[in-house]
């Protein structure tokens, strides 16, 4: 933890220095001076204007709800306000919006401890900026100047507390709310050079790092989808904010200048998704947080809004069809669909069932393979993660692979939960003997968790497995700021490379897949005289290669080859 701070601590010090001798690129968009900005468009540019948003929820039968919505409380509570003004042009709405803030954004920056603060607040810069936005012409001048004080207290706090590690979803959550900050504050009358600062901030983090590290990973992310949606979902509103608020689409940025992420995002929900609407488990997560019914409608509709995907538009209306009424745009946050969905689209949306049966995602990356056998409800289909590690999120599991024919025939076992816990703490849920993956014995191995930082002496656990990524003896995470010092760490210190997907074959018979996962073991090395060994420990291995052949619709073979370094050391299927 110490180590984890100091790498925060060096980082805010930079960026405070740094603030006044902005780039010149960075800030280049030119924010519009009219109001409602956020999320709204003035007919000129990006997003649906006012009057759409009307239309929608007050006279479409496609956005039914959507006006009993208002006087609700949703998902962003203190929205539902603001959105009854601008489409009935209620001002009661934007005094229960502002009311509502004196909860929502009542906490102290920082506390009880940066991380739980970002996590916690992850919609509260949301629902300030919109507020603050869509409520102008009926707020008091006391009314503002509380909602640009809360805006400005956390917008402060988090330029000085960038989170350590662009992997992490705290990343994306901070410098989204630090982008809509300077989106809703530019023009005011005490605020604007602040917001400048934010704006010029924002841009240079998301377009010098956030974007490239996440074009690296490129049409995966490696979090769980505990995490999924929090990070993706900061990028979805970064972007579909500063769109409409500014004369700069960053979803054409990112098609040209970041790896088509957004389209990229939409494969990954569709790929990503197994046929009983449950996602694939990787990474942190937990079962409440596999089902499509949580928040991916929202989120398929900002990128589809962003992109004009005819398989996104596809992928949310199967979403609809396949998720209880509770879940869907209803109730409460049954406005959203008449903000973020554009039902006039749907005749022209492509299935799914359009798309390869197979796809290699993430190349040189996450390395995943999804094979499937169609599209259907009771099609198999095999998922096989051969990449690499990134981050703090994610599990020691290259090599894994899961299963679905009707239920998960095999597949991943160490669910999140809590950080308490006994499967938390021990062994199990930090290593990969919990996903589905090789073990290999050597005596004495030493393997880090959260009890052997407590008392190395008697609570090693050698369980055989992968090298645990999550931490080290020491207890430090190694972080990565940027993706230069995530590359750099890949080859040297704690060797993030763990595999590479070596073949991917698909024909109109079988599909096969090829993972070289040496490294992700305590390994001799090619390329490293060295060889990969971490926490003290020695190489166990010469190689680790896995082969999978599917034959559709149901048989799938997988063979293992192992060289270990003493033909004494046991091998088996953890």
Same mark, same amino acid.
């Given at each position: 933890m110490a180590g984890i701070l100091e790498v925060m601590r060096s980082i805010a010090g930079a960026l405070a220095l740094g603030l006044a001798m902005v780039p010149s690129v960075a800030h280049a968009a030119n924010v519009r001076t009219d109001r409602p900005r956020i999320l709204l468009s003035n007919g000129t540019g990006f997003g649906p204007t006012p009057a759409t948003f009307k239309q929608r929820c007050t006279s479409d039968p496609a956005y039914k709800g959507c006006a009993g919505s208002l006087t609700a409380m949703g998902s962003w509570p203190a929205i539902n306000g603001a959105a009854d003004y601008v489409v009935n042009g209620d001002a009661n709405g934007c005094t229960t919006a502002y009311n509502t803030l004196q909860t929502v954004a009542k906490d102290t920056p920082g506390q009880p401890d940066p991380h739980s603060f970002i996590s916690d607040n992850g919609r509260t810069m949301a629902q300030l900026a919109v507020v603050r936005d869509w409520c102008d012409p009926v707020l008091s001048d006391a009314q503002k100047a509380w909602i640009e004080g809360r805006i400005t207290a956390f917008g402060d706090w988090y330029l000085m507390n960038s989170p350590p590690d662009v992997f992490h979803d705290d990343m994306p959550n901070v410098w989204n709310a630090v982008a809509l900050a300077g989106l809703t504050l530019k023009g005011t009358a005490t605020n604007d050079a602040k917001a400048s600062m934010y704006l010029s901030a924002a841009d240079m983090q998301w377009k010098s790092v956030i974007l490239p590290a996440?074009?690296? +990973?490129?049409?995966?992310?490696?979090?769980?989808?505990? =995490? +999924?949606?929090?990070? $993706?979902?900061?990028?979805?509103?970064?972007?579909?904010?500063?769109?409409?608020?500014? &004369?700069?689409?960053v979803f054409d940025y990112a098609r040209q200048n970041a790896s088509d992420l957004f389209n990229g995002y939409i494969l990954f929900h569709a790929y990503a998704l197994r046929p009983d609407y449950k996602y694939f488990y990787f990474g942190d997560t937990s079962d409440n947080k596999q089902s499509v019914q949580l928040f991916s409608r929202w989120l398929v509709d900002m990128l589809t809004e962003g992109?004009?995907?005819?398989?996104?538009?596809?992928?949310? &209306?199967?979403?609809?069809?396949?998720?209880?009424?509770?879940?869907?745009?209803?109730?409460?946050?049954? =406005?959203?669909?008449?903000?973020?969905?554009?039902?006039?689209?749907?005749?022209?949306?492509?299935?799914?069932?359009?798309?390869?049966?197979?796809?290699?995602?993430?190349?040189?990356?996450?390395?995943?393979?999804?094979?499937?056998?169609?599209?259907?409800?009771?099609?198999?289909?095999?998922?096989?993660?051969?990449?690499?590690? $990134?981050?703090?999120?994610?599990?020691?599991?290259? !090599?894994?692979?899961?299963?679905?024919?009707? !239920?998960?025939?095999?597949?991943?076992?160490? =669910?999140? &939960?809590?950080?308490?816990?006994?499967?938390?703490?021990?062994?199990?849920?930090?290593?990969? +003997?919990h996903a589905n993956t090789l073990a290999i014995d050597q005596p004495g191995e030493v393997f880090p968790n959260s009890l052997y930082l407590m008392n190395p002496s008697s609570n090693n656990v050698n369980d055989g497995g992968q090298r645990p990524l999550r931490r080290d003896k020491s207890g430090n995470g190694y972080p990565s700021p940027d993706l230069s010092t995530y590359v750099k760490n890949k080859s040297s210190g704690i060797y993030y490379e763990t595999g590479n997907l070596t073949t991917f074959e698909q024909t109109p018979c079988h599909m096969y897949v090829a993972c070289d996962v040496t490294q992700a073991y305590n390994s001799t090395t090619a390329w490293s005289a060295a060889g990969i060994a971490t926490n003290g420990n020695h190489a166990k291995v010469n190689e680790v290669m896995l082969q999978f052949l599917?034959?559709?619709?149901? &048989? +799938?073979?997988?063979?293992?080859?192992?060289?270990?370094?003493?033909?004494?050391?046991?091998?088996r299927m953890s």
């Open positions: 996440m074009a690296y +990973v490129g049409d995966w992310w490696h979090e769980g989808f505990t =995490y +999924v949606q929090p990070s $993706l979902g900061s990028l979805a509103w970064y972007a579909t904010a500063w769109s409409t608020a500014t &004369d700069e689409n992109t004009g995907s005819a398989l996104g538009q596809a992928l949310s &209306d199967e979403i609809h069809q396949n998720t209880p009424a509770a879940y869907d745009y209803a109730g409460a946050d049954a =406005y959203l669909a008449a903000l973020l969905y554009d039902s006039t689209k749907d005749a022209s949306a492509t299935p799914r069932s359009t798309l390869p049966t197979a796809r290699w995602m993430s190349k040189g990356a996450n390395d995943i393979a999804i094979l499937r056998s169609g599209w259907g409800a009771n099609d198999t289909v095999v998922m096989i993660t051969c990449g690499d590690y $990134l981050g703090p999120h994610q599990h020691d599991e290259t !090599g894994s692979f899961q299963i679905y024919a009707g !239920g998960e025939i095999t597949g991943s076992t160490g =669910y999140y &939960d809590n950080f308490d816990s006994v499967h938390w703490d021990n062994y199990y849920s930090q290593h990969s +003997v599917f034959c559709p619709p149901a &048989d +799938v073979v997988g063979f293992s080859r192992v060289e270990a370094t003493e033909p004494t050391y046991g091998k």
